[in-house]
């Protein structure tokens, strides 16, 4: 099976500050790590490898020291690294990501599966893995918390929901994006770290990519950041306690004292 997982390099911490004139993350001295979610990722397309047989391809987008982030993956067990850089790309939301990483996974070849992580610890929007899945037309199941069965042709996995989880059946080539409830992601072996120390990164730029320059960078990212804030804390709100009966009708009134219904 080919496997390609997509892999973000994002701040070790969530104290990170914005640019408050462009609206992006300073990112600038702080500790970078691969992406939890990703993690998970990385470790279910290798235990699909050494089952199934097969090549995991890792692709981030990001700047030149997100080649890290890629050497992480491979003393984990990756075959093949790929680093889409380029300062044509930078100021890209989620939409210009997702076009930049879906031209970029064009050029490896054969794809089966495509892996994402649930979505990111510094933007957080989760929309990178679907908006690749559209861009490049195939079905695409996010939140998943266990692979049943997979062939070459389908896959069978269960979604995590808010209670519970819904078994489903997709067909192959496909993306997924996965949750930490999947597995526990390996610690890299001696092996595996020697072996990332002197892996070959291949880099991806508009100029082995085809990609249409109006659709790049910050010209080509529809979003525009107007403003960026920490939400105000909001204190405790009001407890109410006692008996069934009392607390549908204490409920009852604060609703009506809100004003939003009679
Ligand atoms: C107007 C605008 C300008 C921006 N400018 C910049 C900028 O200059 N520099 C900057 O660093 N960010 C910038 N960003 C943020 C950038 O768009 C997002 O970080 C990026 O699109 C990923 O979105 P996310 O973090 O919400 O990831 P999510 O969608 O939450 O990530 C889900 C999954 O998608 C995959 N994924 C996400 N991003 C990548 C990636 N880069 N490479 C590989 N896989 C990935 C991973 O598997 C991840 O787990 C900007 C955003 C906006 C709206």
């Given at each position: 099976?080919?496997?390609?997982?997509?892999?973000?390099?994002?701040?070790?911490?969530?104290?990170?500050?914005?640019?408050?004139?462009?609206?992006?993350?300073?990112r600038?001295?702080?500790e970078?790590?691969?992406n939890?979610f990703?993690?998970?990722?990385?470790e279910?397309?290798?235990?699909i490898k050494?089952?199934?047989?097969?090549t995991?391809?890792v692709?981030?987008?990001?700047p030149?020291?997100?080649?890290?982030?890629?050497?992480?993956?491979?003393?984990?067990?990756?075959?093949?690294?790929y680093?889409?850089?380029?300062?044509?790309?930078?100021?890209?939301?989620?939409?210009?990501?997702?076009?930049?990483?879906?031209?970029?996974?064009?050029?490896l070849?054969?794809?089966?599966?495509?892996?994402?992580?649930?979505?990111?610890?510094?933007?957080?929007?989760?929309?990178?893995?679907?908006?690749?899945?559209?861009?490049?037309?195939?079905?695409?199941v996010?939140?998943?918390?266990k692979?049943?069965?997979?062939?070459?042709?389908?896959?069978?996995?269960?979604?995590?929901?808010?209670e519970g989880?819904?078994?489903?059946?997709?067909?192959?080539?496909?993306?997924?994006?996965?949750?930490k409830?999947i597995n526990?992601?390996?610690m890299?072996?001696?092996?595996?770290?020697?072996?990332?120390?002197?892996?070959?990164?291949?880099?991806?730029?508009?100029?082995?990519?085809?990609v249409?320059?109006?659709?790049?960078?910050?010209?080509?990212?529809?979003?525009?950041?107007?403003?960026?804030f920490?939400?105000?804390r909001?204190?405790?709100g009001?407890?109410?306690?006692?008996?069934?009966?009392?607390?549908?009708?204490?409920a009852?009134?604060?609703?009506?004292?809100?004003?939003?219904?009679?």
């Amino acid at each position: 099976m080919n496997i390609v997982v997509c892999i973000k390099q994002v701040p070790g911490t969530t104290q990170v500050k914005i640019n408050p004139e462009t609206g992006t993350l300073i990112r600038d001295g702080v500790e970078a790590v691969v992406n939890p979610f990703d993690e998970y990722a990385i470790e279910e397309a290798i235990r699909i490898k050494e089952k199934k047989g097969g090549t995991v391809k890792v692709v981030t987008m990001g700047p030149p020291q997100a080649e890290a982030a890629l050497r992480t993956a491979i003393s984990m067990g990756a075959d093949e690294a790929y680093l889409v850089s380029d300062r044509a790309f930078a100021g890209s939301d989620t939409w210009a990501t997702s076009y930049t990483l879906t031209a970029a996974i064009k050029t490896l070849g054969k794809v089966d599966l495509i892996i994402c992580g649930k979505q990111a610890i510094d933007g957080d929007t989760a929309q990178v893995g679907p908006g690749i899945a559209e861009m490049l037309d195939i079905p695409f199941v996010a939140w998943v918390r266990k692979i049943e069965e997979i062939s070459e042709t389908s896959i069978k996995l269960e979604r995590l929901m808010e209670e519970g989880y819904d078994v489903l059946e997709m067909p192959l080539p496909g993306l997924i994006t996965v949750v930490k409830e999947i597995n526990e992601p390996r610690m890299a072996s001696l092996k595996g770290k020697m072996k990332a120390k002197s892996a070959q990164i291949n880099t991806l730029s508009t100029s082995n990519m085809d990609v249409d320059p109006q659709f790049i960078g910050l010209k080509g990212s529809p979003t525009q950041v107007l403003r960026s804030f920490v939400p105000e804390r909001k204190s405790g709100g009001e407890k109410i306690t006692g008996e069934a009966a009392e607390l549908a009708q204490k409920a009852a009134s604060v609703i009506q004292n809100l004003g939003v219904v009679k």
